[in-house]
């Protein structure tokens, strides 16, 4: 069954991709549970949706805005509103706050993938006043929360494992799963990320590759993205 | 390979400034902008604008484009990501021109 109710025509590949990426949101991760994530996801939505904060501002200093009982630390919450709402002005030093704080540096990076993907989504859902995507039930299994020896702090502020590619790419490896995810979206969405540099004159669906480039460089600049 | 066409930057700098060679090149930026500052009468104004001129197939192709890049630009700002190498000297003069240099991961991330 289709994600999207809609009379646009929404390629069956693309529907396709947001129903796996919410299934993927619920499976349990290799740092946080499948309940953790959908949290994550959740939190995702509070953050667009609710109170407007300055980017010096975290929902843990704001009376009313964190429930007693949530499921994530406010270490955690705390960064999902920074990154998804002000991501311009985030700095190795925010980063090693939020460390600081008791986030393990790998679950760090799973949370990343899981804010930006829920990003995406939503966005996508919200410019075409769509319903966003339903939330499944998550997986009740625990994460092992392994350490993975292999990776290590060399390119970014995060632990990155040695793969070749862009460094962007390179930036979720420390959570492979993440980066299967940041691929099955961006092939739906963008391009088969294999193919960045590889070609860059044949069309993606109905646009020509350089209204995709204009777009992605436009929604990049939006963003303050220097990368 | 014959890439018979001239392009700039100005759709990239805003939908204001023109089409930049690129086929609705200025539409095309509104409706990020749209999609940025997320206004319903803005969305909604544009949307009908890219059906009306485009399709409904590009627009639902070009707002799934935009929307990737809510994931990439969070992935390489909250992670520290640094500019590949190879393309810190090449990207100088582009960087200059679309005016990215002074954005706060521009400071932040290595190399």
Redesign the interface.
Known sequence: MAVYATE????PD?DASHSEIASRWATTGSWWSGAERIAIVGEVRQARDGDDLAPWESPSQVDGLITDNHLLPTAAID?IWR??NH??????DW?ASIISRGINPEAY?EL??V???A???D??A????LARVDLPEPSSAEPQRLADKSVAVS????PTAQVKG???I???SAVPFEVDS?SL??S???LQLGDLLADL?SD?????R???E?????????????? | MNQDFQISFEAIDGSHVGDGGIEHGALLSRLCEAMFYEDPDQLASVRDDVIEVAGAEVLVDAVAVSANFYMMTRIADATGTPLDAGTVEPSVEIRELVGVNNFTSRREAQA
């Open positions: 646009l025509p929404i390629r693309l960064a990154i998804t991501p311009g002005t985030l700095t190795a980063h990076v990343v993938g804010v930006a993907q990003n995406a989504v966005r996508f919200d410019a075409l006043n390119s970014h502020w995060v862009p460094n962007v390179k930036a979720l940041m979206l961006s739906a969405q963008y004159v993606q669906n109905s646009l020509t350089m209204q995709v204009v777009i992605a460089a436009r929604t990049s600049k939006l963003n303050e993205c220097f990368y």
